[in-house]
């Protein structure tokens, strides 16, 4: 069993939709990031969160540390939404800023 | 700009060459990562280092080497003994110095190289 799990694996959706990524992890953290890779291939940290909520635009992250699991929100999603979302986590008993990733969820936004 | 750079974006090799991906940053970041993402996975850790001349296994080193005599520069050699070389390479790079932990820090990542052994 992967240590970091996601669901969906693939996800469409209508343009205008409220889009929910979940990510639950089995170990102790000290942080969980969201990664956007588009199709070129080039990741982009979203968010860094060690507890509570993030929103930067229409996207919204949260994480409740006692359950082990994470989301992340696209209000409003776009085409332009369409992407890989990856979740990774810095685990607890590992120094510096190696992550553990998640296979990923593939997100498909239609006009 | 600062930023990580990765070259070339697409590789073609023989089967039984060794080939060299390219990883430079400039953004004075202490460690750095190389990652194999194949489809259907996440991404997994093949080498990391923390500071210069220095370097560590991450899960799936075999067939892999690495080298750091510069804080700017990561190369990843694949070498002939990794079994199924095709796949996308990235590389990425935080601020982060050899034991410390950080609940801020963050990774930046390059571009990618796609390999393909033909």
């Known amino acids: 069993k992967n240590e970091v799990e996601q669901s969906p694996q693939n996800l469409t959706a209508q343009e205008g939709e409220f889009i929910t990524i979940n990510c639950s992890y089995s170990v102790g953290i000290s942080a969980l990031h969201w990664l956007q890779q588009h199709p070129g291939g080039g990741i982009v940290s979203l968010f860094m969160?060690?507890?509570g909520k993030k929103k930067h635009g229409r996207l919204i992250a949260t994480i409740n540390i006692q359950e082990k699991h994470s989301s992340l929100h696209i209000t409003a999603s776009h085409p332009r939404d369409s992407a890989v979302y990856i979740c990774?986590?810095?685990?607890?008993?590992?120094?510096?800023?190696?992550?553990?990733f998640g296979e990923g969820t593939q997100l498909t936004v239609n006009p | 700009d600062g930023g990580i750079t990765q070259s070339p974006k697409y590789l073609f090799r023989k089967e039984g060459q060794n080939v060299t991906l390219s990883c430079e940053q400039n953004l004075n970041h202490d460690a750095m990562y190389w990652y194999r993402q194949d489809p259907g996975q996440g991404l997994r850790l093949i080498y990391y280092s923390q500071i210069v001349n220095d370097f560590q296994k991450g899960d799936i080193a075999e067939g892999y080497s690495v080298s750091r005599e510069k804080k700017e520069s990561f190369p990843l050699t694949v070498t002939s003994a990794q079994k199924n070389p095709t796949a996308f390479y990235l590389c990425?790079?935080?601020?982060?110095?050899?034991?410390?932990?950080?609940?801020?820090?963050?990774?930046?990542f390059g571009p990618g190289t796609r390999l393909t052994v033909l």
């Open positions: 990425a790079s935080s601020i982060e110095a050899s034991g410390v932990t950080s609940s801020y820090n963050e990774q930046f």
């Open positions: 969160l060690s507890s």
């Open positions: 990774a986590v810095r685990l607890q008993e590992t120094s510096g800023s190696r992550l553990t």
